[in-house]
């Protein structure tokens, strides 16, 4: 089993390159797996922890309902957004400049194979990352991410998630608020659910910007705590 996690951290870059990035690495994960297992070799199989902030796009997971992008084709012109459809579980979300992307690209046959698991240690990273900044966040009952005041009027969710898995590879991940520009959410309802406030780290902290390289650190530290992963950076 190899644990080493290469870190890429991509900047920003626009999401359809970087979900044809992902396709590449994750395809080449799954065509050595079948090809191991049809030669009957052992050739390990690498994992990847990419990093990126995206220019404004809106993303819909392939059991969301379109009905939730709240705009037109015009209006997301006049707001600089894209908008795609893609192969991630989940309903509708915003990723834009100022939010943490992360897209874990694990063979969990090096790790576990349990994709519930998988999900709640991503979870469980993101709220140790938070706890760091004095902030109590977790899971909200049936509500894949990272809630804060889980259970009252004024739950608001700070960390959103959808993944795909095949043949146990990962792609897509989570997408954390750091400094985002909580105005975009209103053009959707979020992750399908209605009623539900979106927040961000700065808003919560009462700060103008919080430092992102910080926070991504912080993100990968318990990531590899929790996965017991070697992290090697590119």
Known sequence: MNKEVEVRNLGIK???ETWDYQENIFKETVDLKIKNRREGTEIPTRNYFLFVEHPHVYTLGKSGDAENLLISEKELKAKNATFYKINRGGDITYHGPGQ???YPILDLDNFFTDIHKYLRLLEEAVILTLSEYGLKSERSPGETGVWLDVGTPFARKICAMG???SRWVTMHGFALNVNADLGYFDNII????KGK????????????EINLEEVQEKLLKHFQELFQAELKYQ
């Open 163 to 165: 993944v795909r898995a």
């Open 197 to 208: 406030a979106v927040t961000s780290l700065n808003v919560e902290l009462g700060q103008k």
């Open 190 to 193: 979020p992750c399908g659910i």
């Open 100 to 102: 943490i992307v992360g």
């Open 14 to 16: 626009d999401y359809k």
